[in-house]
DNA sequence: AAGTCGGGGGC
DNA sequence: GCCCCAGACTT
C-alpha cells in the first residue's frame, strides 16, 4: 500500500481495545442470534442505507416468512416484495430472491464461503461481501460501510471526501490492513456499533471511546470537523394526478409499475403526469393510454412524498368509469379488500386513506 | 465519476 | 427544511 495513513498506529493494540468494547457493549439484535449465512445476508442487505431499529421487525417477519434460502427460492416475487413493503430499495428484494435462487440451484443452497462466488451473486456488493464472509465465515475480510468510513476518517484523521466514489477503495485497503485475525466478526462489528453508538455522525461521545488514545482526530480536536462529506444536491419536483377510479362494482383500477426502474414491479394507483399533458386534457389523455373512459369526480386532497433524487406531488382524484375489466394483465379492477394482497409504496398507500 | 434507487427519524 | 442511515447498480 502506498498509502502512509498507518505509519505509527498502533493496530493490535486498536483491534484490542476495540473488540473488548463491542463484546461487553453489543446490542442484542435478532441477526446476531447465531452465525447462520443466510441470516447474516438478510440482515445485511436490509441495513443497507437502512436503520437498526427499522429493519429489526421487518426482518423478524422476513425470517419468519422465509426460514431458509429454499423458502426465499420458491417464494413468488410478489409475495416477497409484499414483505418487503414500506422497507424501500425494492430491488435489494427482487436481488436477493435472485441470488437465493442462484445458490439453490449452483450451490446445493448453501451460501458460498469464498469472495469470488459471493461477490458475483445479485445484489451483493463489497461491502456486504465483506460482511457475510467475516461474519459468518470469520475470515478478516474488509467490510465498508459509512460508520467504518467515518470512524477511521477520523481515528487516521483522513480528509478524502467520502461522498465521493473513489473514495471508498482507500478505506478498504486500510479496512483490509487492521481487520484482526483472531475475531475478523467482532473486529468489523464493532467498527460499526462504535460508528452507530459512540463515534456518531454529530457530537461523537469521545469521552466514552473505547480507541479514545488511538484517535488523531480526537487528538487534534478535529473530530467534529471529520469525516469530509460533500454536499448533495436537491431533489426535482413531478406532479402528477394520481386517480382513484372506480366501476359500478365498487372495484379500484390499480397497475403494476414496469420492471426496471423507480419502484420496479410495485403496484399503483394510475398516476397522470400533468406536467406534461396539463390538466385540462387527464380524461382523454387516460383513454388514449389506457383505453379505459373515465369521468373526474371531487379532488380529495395532495400527498407529497420525497424519495432521495426526487420529489412526488398528487393531487388524488376520485373517478367514475363504466368499464368491468381492463384490456391487460397489468392492470386489473379490484376490491378494496383485495388491494391488501398487492405491494404498494408508501405514497400509494397514503392515498388509500381517501377511499371510503 | 455521477445518477438512480425508498423511507424514516433526528434536529 | 437538511442530514443520515451496516450500499449496489447503471450509465
Redesign the pocket.
Known amino acids: 500500500m502506498t498509502d502512509k495513513s498507518l505509519q505509527n498506529f498502533n493496530i493490535s493494540g486498536f483491534q484490542k481495545e476495540l473488540i473488548e468494547w463491542y463484546q461487553a457493549n453489543k446490542?442484542n439484535?435478532p441477526?446476531?442470534a447465531d452465525q447462520d449465512p443466510y441470516k447474516v445476508w438478510v440482515?445485511?442487505?436490509m441495513?443497507?442505507?437502512?436503520?437498526?431499529?427499522?429493519v429489526i421487525p421487518y426482518f423478524q417477519r422476513f425470517i419468519s416468512k422465509y426460514p431458509t434460502p429454499y423458502d426465499l427460492a420458491y417464494a413468488d416475487e410478489q409475495d416477497v416484495l409484499k414483505t418487503w413493503?414500506?422497507?424501500?430499495?425494492?430491488?435489494?428484494a427482487r436481488?436477493l430472491q435472485n441470488?437465493v435462487r442462484e445458490i439453490v440451484s449452483s450451490y446445493d443452497g448453501k451460501v458460498p464461503d469464498n469472495p469470488k462466488q459471493l461477490?458475483s451473486?445479485?445484489?451483493?456488493?463489497?461491502?456486504?461481501?465483506?460482511?457475510i464472509l467475516s461474519?459468518a465465515f470469520n475470515q478478516p475480510e474488509p467490510?465498508v460501510?459509512?460508520?467504518?468510513?467515518?470512524v477511521l476518517a477520523r481515528v487516521l484523521k483522513i480528509d478524502d471526501d467520502i461522498?465521493?466514489?473513489?473514495t471508498k477503495k482507500k478505506f478498504e485497503q486500510l479496512a483490509a490492513a487492521i481487520v484482526s485475525h483472531d475475531d475478523p466478526s467482532s473486529f468489523n462489528?464493532g467498527v460499526?456499533?462504535l460508528?452507530?453508538l459512540v463515534c456518531?455522525?454529530?457530537e461523537p461521545m469521545c469521552m466514552f471511546c473505547p480507541v479514545q488514545d488511538y484517535c488523531r482526530a480526537y487528538q487534534s480536536g478535529v473530530e467534529q470537523e471529520l469525516p469530509v462529506?460533500s454536499?448533495?444536491?436537491?431533489?426535482?419536483t413531478v406532479q402528477y394526478a394520481a386517480l382513484l377510479i372506480q366501476n359500478d362494482n365498487g372495484d379500484i383500477v390499480i397497475e403494476k409499475r414496469p420492471e426496471?426502474?423507480?419502484?420496479?414491479n410495485?403496484w399503483q394507483f394510475p398516476m397522470v403526469p400533468v406536467d406534461e399533458i396539463g390538466k385540462a386534457h387527464i380524461e382523454q389523455w387516460f383513454r388514449m393510454e389506457y383505453g379505459i373512459d373515465i369521468i373526474l369526480q371531487v379532488k380529495k386532497g395532495n400527498v407529497s412524498?420525497?424519495?432521495?433524487?426526487?420529489?412526488w406531488q398528487l393531487e388524488v382524484y376520485e373517478a367514475y368509469t363504466t368499464s368491468l375489466e381492463t384490456a391487460d394483465n397489468r392492470h386489473r379492477f379490484v376490491s378494496s379488500s383485495e388491494l391488501d394482497h398487492y405491494p404498494?409504496?408508501?405514497?400509494h398507500?397514503k392515498m388509500m386513506k381517501y377511499l371510503d
Do not use: C
Open positions: 446490542r439484535l441477526w446476531r440482515s445485511e442487505v441495513l443497507q442505507q437502512t436503520k437498526v431499529d427499522t413493503e414500506g422497507l424501500g430499495y425494492y430491488s435489494r436481488n441470488a461477490g451473486l445479485k445484489g451483493v456488493g463489497p461491502y456486504t461481501k465483506g460482511a461474519i467490510a460501510d459509512g460508520n467504518v468510513m467515518r461522498a465521493k466514489s473513489g462489528q460499526m456499533e460508528g452507530a456518531t455522525p454529530k462529506k454536499k448533495t444536491k436537491k431533489q426535482k426496471n426502474g423507480l419502484l420496479a410495485m412524498h420525497v424519495f432521495s433524487h426526487l420529489r404498494f409504496p408508501v405514497p398507500q
